[in-house]
């Protein structure tokens, strides 16, 4: 099916193309919009993302940016982590459209959200490529609309969507999928080189994650070429400016000028579990739910009963077409034009190795079937550094969730009378939306929450606050330490309301040595007394009074003045 030597290609125009995307489009807007509403798309509704979820972070995280100068390099962000800076990648803030929308933000209201649109958007994509994958099988406009709704009642989509925005942005892999099967429409260097760096490039801004997911089916699309001797050379070099063209991307943006490790704890912990792709957990109204080891809902890859019928329809479909062929006669299986072989050989292989390269990456490096641990491969430690850096492995296994889902698509509508093909497809949506609704339920409840700003009540906050720019932390852990995560995100919520900088926010790829040294400097600088512009939150009332700041006791906090 990835075969060029197809005439079903021949048959697909632009056009097609082009009425296919927006209608699978369509069907994924309806599904957001039948689960999560429309009150999100108010850009100036952030009450829903003040919840204390991680989403507050990301909010944030974008308030932050968009109060930040501009700067060289421009994703940098000021204040989050006074003195030090970071970037508007480590927030998990969908870089992509942070940068899009400030571009524009003197034009936008003082509360501005792009959340509730990004995840439509999302939605709308993932639709889009669905159907254009599933046009490659058919010329059903209806079998295309549906498998688009298919597609975007995905669990992983929905259990991402609000909890870790960008990566519910799984369109990026579609479109991986999407180039790879209409490899034909990008045969010369140009196209190829233009189609995965453009997408390599949308995939780093949307969320680093997105880099080994691109270059996975990247990788597929030139080993097919190799193998079937056409073009390969050209693939390696769009491969060599791809990457040198997304390496310079991320430098602009200052993904490197943040100074710490890129590699992370927890690699092996937040694997992909061998029997994801089937365990429902408690999402599924007719399976069961499998036991998993722990952190391994990070690799929650449930297909859904819909998409597990589909499979199994696909492998039968399979099996008939292999029986069906070997019945040919030689002469018929001779003729080049009508087999293929090496094409088609070319295409079974690379497919094949894909699969497998992304159940290892998801599975690795400690694989584990149900609670049990199954091998530890023992991986040169240059892999084990590279793969610390992307240690939540087990988010790979969306890469083979949706091969399955196009490979199905595919081989359905190419195999399966038209009437049937959409009739059975319709069957597998109704299965699907029915299995995975209490997923749906538990998700919808994300985007009407209970405020999670909640320790900082007191009026007296207002009152303190009045002329200050810097709201200092000492030592920058006692907020966290005290009250937790919410209360973290609580304090630079309040801080970047009021335009002030902060010492501390949770965000990723922190150097915690350097805030150690910073708590000195900025202690420092208050035993001299240079800080009538800082407003403090101390770990005891000693602390202040030792510093010579005047302390009040507010919702559970000291907090010092210089007065």
């Known amino acids: 099916m990835f075969n060029v030597n197809n005439d079903t290609y021949k048959r697909i125009t632009s056009r097609d193309i082009r009425n296919v995307f927006l209608l699978g489009g369509l069907a ?31 909010y944030i995280g974008w308030k932050f940016y968009r109060a930040s100068e501009w700067t060289f390099p421009i994703g ?12 508007i990648i480590y927030s998990d803030s969908n870089p992509l459209l942070a940068i899009f929308f400030k571009l524009f933000s003197p034009l936008l209201p003082e509360t501005f959200q792009y959340f509730g649109i990004s995840g439509l958007l999302s939605f709308f994509l993932v639709g889009a490529f669905a159907g254009v994958i599933a046009r490659r099988g058919t010329e059903s406009r209806c079998y295309c609309f549906l498998a688009a709704g298919l597609t975007s009642f995905s669990p992983y989509l929905f259990y991402r969507m609000f909890i870790h ?44 994650y997105y880099i080994p997911m ?87 890859g449930y297909l859904g009963l819909g998409v597990l019928i589909l499979t199994a329809g696909t492998v039968i479909l399979a099996i008939y077409g292999v029986y069906k062929n070997r019945k040919k006669t030689a ?15 070319a295409a079974g292989i690379s497919v094949t190795i894909v699969f497998l390269l992304g159940f290892l990456l998801a599975f690795s ?53 038209k009437k049937g093909a959409v009739v059975f497809l319709a069957v597998l ?8 609704w209490p997923l749906v339920q538990v998700r919808k409840e994300l985007v009407h929450p209970e405020s999670g700003m909640v320790t900082m ?34 304090t630079g919520n309040f801080a970047v309301d009021h335009g002030m900088t902060i010492n501390y926010f949770p965000i990723a790829r922190i150097d915690y040595e350097k805030l150690a040294e910073e708590d000195g400097v900025l202690r420092q600088k208050a035993e001299n007394r240079e800080d009538e512009d800082t407003l403090y939150i101390l770990d005891t009332r000693e602390a202040g009074e030792v510093l010579g700041l005047v302390v009040y006791e507010i919702d559970g906090y000291y907090v010092g003045i210089r007065e």
């Open 457 to 490: 009540k007191s009026e007296e906050w207002e009152t303190l606050a009045e002329g200050k720019i810097h709201l200092t932390i000492l030592p920058w852990s006692t907020v966290h330490g005290m009250n937790g995560l919410k209360a973290a995100y609580e």
């Open 331 to 345: 002469e018929e299986n001779a003729l080049p034009e009508k087999n293929g072989r090496r094409d088609t050989l």
């Open 76 to 87: 940098q962000i000021q204040g989050i982590l006074y003195p030090q800076t970071s970037c």
């Open 429 to 436: 949506l109704v299965v699907q939306a029915v299995d995975v």
């Open 165 to 208: 925005t960008a990566l519910a942005s799984q369109w990026i892999i579609l479109a991986a999928i999407t180039i790879w099967v209409y490899r034909p429409y990008f045969s010369s260097w140009k196209k190829k080189t233009a189609a995965w760096t453009i997408l390599l490039v949308a995939g780093t801004l949307t969320h680093i």
């Open 214 to 300: 691109v270059m996975l089916f990247f990788f597929g699309f030139g080993l097919q070429d190799l193998i079937s001797g056409k073009g390969w050379k050209e693939d390696l070099a769009a491969a060599v400016v791809s990457i040198g063209v997304d390496l310079a991307v991320l430098y602009i943006v200052g993904a490197f000028s943040v100074h710490t490790s890129m590699e992370d704890t927890g690699l092996g912990v937040y694997s992909a579990n061998v029997n994801s792709l089937i365990n429902p957990v408690i999402f599924s109204r007719f399976l069961p739910g499998l036991p998993y080891g722990e952190g391994q809902l990070e690799g929650f």
């Open 28 to 58: 994924g807007m309806l599904v957001f919009i039948a689960c999560y509403g429309v009150s999100i798309l108010d850009v100036t509704n952030d009450a829903w993302l003040l919840s204390g979820e991680d989403i507050t972070q990301h």
């Open 365 to 417: 490096p400690v694989i584990r079937c149900g609670e049990n641990e199954v091998l530890t491969i023992q991986y040169p430690q240059f892999i084990i550094s590279l793969l610390s850096v992307f240690r939540t492995t087990g988010r790979f296994i969306w890469c083979v969730a949706y091969f399955i889902i196009s490979l199905g698509l595919i081989t359905v509508g190419r195999m399966v009378k």
